[in-house]
């Protein structure tokens, strides 16, 4: 079967059924009224995406009204300073475009609990955030549980963080202080732990499809071979062998994370049930972790199906219904090339993220501080396509995770590289093995000769901040310079830039002594320290690092608000430089320069066709011709 060409397309419009006709009837003429906006909208759209997935299953139909009918209680239940949130966002689609900027954090790391993020919303609003992605909150496995992105319960905070309550408390408080919220949701797996997985061990019949079982050796193996490891070193193949159901359970990521059953019709409303429940706590936005492995297909490596794009442009559609102030941010770690989908631009066209990290141009800066020349990343960004009105790229330096090194390849292949010896060289750089090396980080899952996985480490660590050294000290000074192109880069490209938590204090790696007590044999935990309270306490001291690196992203922050929080479309295009470790970008009428080599160079503007342009990266602009950069310097110009 043909799946894309048998994906029906939208209809104009859809009568309602009488199931839905009735609760319109039951709730306040105000509400019902906008929700039947709302569904004259979406309903299409979302039996568009559910009838190829579900249509064949035995009773569609009211599998389809119970979806329906679910996100409409979800609309009726939202509370009214939620409701006129959506309202507001439903008049103006670009909100999340008008400079917004970001901070991503686990919980426990910045301040304990819920009720420690929520007193640290004032630190949050100097440095001049106003997007707070927190990590895993809900009730996690015991360990090891990932981080937490094992979840147990999708309806529970993690008591050791707090309640539900906590989270409702520090939602509001921070849209009080403009600052939306983002959780993580993981769509494709659960804990072995959660009552689903638990139920399932047990034999019961309405939770054994909520998984996938194989039933013989055979089939392992036959799916094994199309398939990638995820973490090959601690957690190789996809298979865990369950005793008490005589059969092996399928897990991509860890054994006590298993995958869930999208082609189970129950899966898909039970899920999109838990995510409108979140958005009703006051989250605004969702990172839909793990994305590309929600659809198994025999004979593939079950990554980036279509099927995937429906479910999750059904997601979109549910949350335009019942929370339409909500985003949704895709975790697709891939080439740029195979991002396009998740923002509706695939085969299977359709409202889908507006929101998705551009790995692929993290992972190019840092190859491009490696090799001193921004090569790849103008490879990247020549290769970047323009997005839908309302998507966004996000951009970032750090996050929880590694370096992801094999999303470059495609790039690399066309610049004719062999793309393992280029990245193997980076991961060597940055985990300190070539000589004169300053980083300070390590590999991560790449034990076997000829293999490149990823990279693990703060900035601080990786650009060559060491904690034994003043600020003032000429190797810090260079470290430092390095921080700020990296991070002038991120806030500069466009999109949503997102602060790993730590950065803006220079922090350096998770000590020896907590990296030995931490669970599990992780090395990402390298880069998963405590806020350092020490480094904030001297974050207004004009001597040390924390003050550098904390000035300079309330700088980029007031730069970047000044000059975008007007939205509208951005055009970023590479212009060609002589100096050969220069990167020279034009945002609209504004123009980057990133010096990634360690060697001083001089641009005059006249080289641009531009006579002379203000230079933005100093509190008070000057109209300058020219420009000296030192060594891994970097400046904004504009009109």
Not at 427 to 453: D, I, K, N
Not at 458 to 471: E, F, K, Q
Request: glycine residues 6%.
């Amino acid at each position: 079967m043909n799946f894309v060409g048998a994906c029906p397309p939208p209809q104009a419009s859809e009568s309602v059924s009488p199931s839905v006709s009735d609760f319109l009837q039951s709730i306040p003429p105000a509400r019902a009224t906008r929700l039947r906006e709302r569904l004259e909208r979406e309903l299409p759209r979302l039996r568009r995406c559910l009838d190829p997935l579900y249509g064949q299953t035995p009773c569609f139909d009211s599998f389809f009204d119970t979806v329906v009918l679910n996100a409409l209680a979800s609309a009726e239940r939202r509370d009214a300073e939620l409701w006129q949130l959506d309202l507001r966002r439903e008049a103006d689609p670009a909100w999340h475009q008008r400079g917004l900027s970001g901070y991503c954090t686990y919980v426990d790391k910045l301040a304990g609990t819920l009720a420690g993020v929520q007193q640290r919303i004032g630190y949050l609003r100097e440095l001049g955030v106003n997007y707070l992605h927190l990590l895993p909150f809900l009730k996690a496995g015991s360990a090891p549980n990932d981080g937490g992105f094992a979840v147990a319960s999708f309806d529970e905070v993690e008591p050791a963080l707090g309640t539900l309550a906590d989270l409702r408390s520090l939602c509001r408080a921070l849209r009080q202080s403009d600052i939306s919220l983002c959780s993580d949701f993981v769509l494709n797996h659960v804990s072995h732990e959660h009552a689903w997985a638990r139920a399932a061990r047990a034999g019961d019949p309405r939770y054994l499809p909520y998984f996938h079982w194989l039933a013989s050796e055979a089939e392992v193996q036959a799916r094994e071979q199309h398939l990638v490891q995820i973490f090959p070193a601690t957690a190789p193949g996809n298979f865990t062998w369950i005793a008490e159901r005589q059969a092996w359970v399928w897990t991509t990521f860890y054994p006590y994370q298993w995958d869930l059953n999208y082609a189970h019709p129950a899966v898909f409303a039970d899920m999109a049930a838990a995510l409108l429940n979140l958005a009703n706590q006051g989250v605004d936005a969702f990172r839909l972790d793990s994305t590309g492995f929600l659809w198994k297909r025999a004979e593939t490596n079950c990554m980036n199906q279509p099927e995937v794009h429906l479910i999750v442009q059904a997601l979109r559609s549910l949350c335009a219904i019942a929370a339409p102030g909500v985003l949704l941010k895709a975790e697709a770690i891939m080439p740029t090339q195979d991002l396009p989908p998740y923002f509706g631009l695939g085969p299977v066209a359709g409202p889908e993220c507006h929101l998705a990290y551009h790995s692929s141009l993290m992972a190019a800066s840092w190859v491009a501080l490696t090799e001193e020349s921004p090569q790849l990343i103008e490879e990247v960004l020549r290769n970047t396509p323009e997005l839908p009105v309302g998507a966004s790229w996000l951009s970032y330096v750090r996050c929880h995770d590694d370096i992801g090194w094999n999303v470059l390849r495609p790039e690399l292949l066309a610049l004719g590289a062999d793309p393992v010896a280029r990245l193997d060289r980076a991961a060597a750089f940055l985990a300190g093995e070539t000589p004169g090396s300053y980083a300070r980080g390590a590999r991560f899952q790449a034990s076997a000769p000829g293999t490149v996985h990823g990279s693990n480490g703060m900035t601080a660590a990786l650009v060559g901040l060491r904690p034994d050294l003043p600020a003032d000290h000429p190797e810090q000074q260079k470290a430092l310079r390095r921080l700020e192109l990296m991070m002038s880069l991120c806030f500069f490209v466009g999109g949503l830039p997102l602060i790993y938590m730590g950065d803006e204090l220079g922090q350096d790696n998770t000590s020896a002594a907590e990296m030995h007590a931490r669970q599990g044999a992780d090395g990402r935990e390298l880069h998963r320290p405590y806020l350092d309270e020490k480094s904030l306490a001297s974050r207004h001291q004009a001597a040390t690092v924390a003050a550098h690196a904390f000035s300079l992203l309330q700088r980029l922050n007031r730069q970047r608000r000044a000059r975008l929080s007007l939205g509208g479309p951005i055009r970023l295009q590479v212009l060609a430089s002589r100096h050969p470790g220069l990167l020279v970008l034009q945002r609209n009428q504004e123009v980057g320069l990133f010096n990634f080599s360690a060697t001083p160079c001089r641009l005059h503007l006249s080289e641009l066709g531009k006579p002379a342009l203000q230079n933005l990266s100093q509190e008070e602009s000057q109209t300058v011709a020219s420009v000296h950069l030192e060594g891994h310097g970097c400046v904004w110009l504009g009109a």
